[in-house]
């Protein structure tokens, strides 16, 4: 019986055994929210207007296939704030349910530059650490700490 499925799975087309392989095994979403502080230790928060019980939060979306973390969390910025920013380094990786991890990047971002808002954001606003709004995911929330903290070596939010 081996044999033969090994032969039957050589002689399938490419392009059906990747069908198969994605239908067939449980899948999950990538993304990444980027930690963006200024000069003066603020940290970038903005109101989304598609999230319900949590309104506030990062600079966040889904990875594209193939793109670094850090890019995506520079592209997201870009696209939601319309601010140029630069990412140092990924800080965690985020169990954010079933189904979806979450990479967290710091960066900085000059807060003298105009924004341009996007359909998804009503606002943002500059914030200490230490004073990040209510309404804001907890997971976003630990980020921001992990962030402003002295250790930043690499952990994971999946334990």
């Avoid at 044999?3 to 799975?9: A, G, I, P, Q, R």
């Avoid at 993304?31 to 109101?47: E, I, K, M, N, Y």
């Avoid at 319900?52 to 696209?79: I, M, N, Q, S, T």
Wanted: net charge positive.
């Amino acid at each position: 019986m081996k044999k033969f499925l090994s032969l039957v799975f050589r002689c399938t087309p490419v392009w059906a055994t990747r069908f198969l392989l994605r239908n067939v095994n449980t899948t999950f979403s990538m993304g990444v929210a980027g930690v963006f502080f200024a000069a003066d230790g603020t940290v970038l928060v903005q109101r989304h207007v598609y999230r319900h019980r949590y309104p506030w939060g990062l600079p966040a979306g889904f990875l594209e296939a193939g793109e670094a973390p850090e890019d995506g969390a520079v592209r997201e910025l870009k696209e939601e704030a319309g601010l140029d920013g630069r990412a140092e380094q990924v800080i965690g990786l985020y169990h954010i349910h079933p189904r979806h991890l979450e990479f967290a990047v710091k960066g900085t971002v000059d807060r003298t530059q105009p924004p341009r808002l996007s359909h998804e954001i009503f606002e943002l606003a500059f914030v200490p650490p230490d004073a990040l709004p209510e309404a804001m995911p907890p997971e976003q929330k630990a980020m921001v700490r992990r962030a402003a903290g002295k250790n930043l070596a690499l952990r994971t939010g999946l334990d």
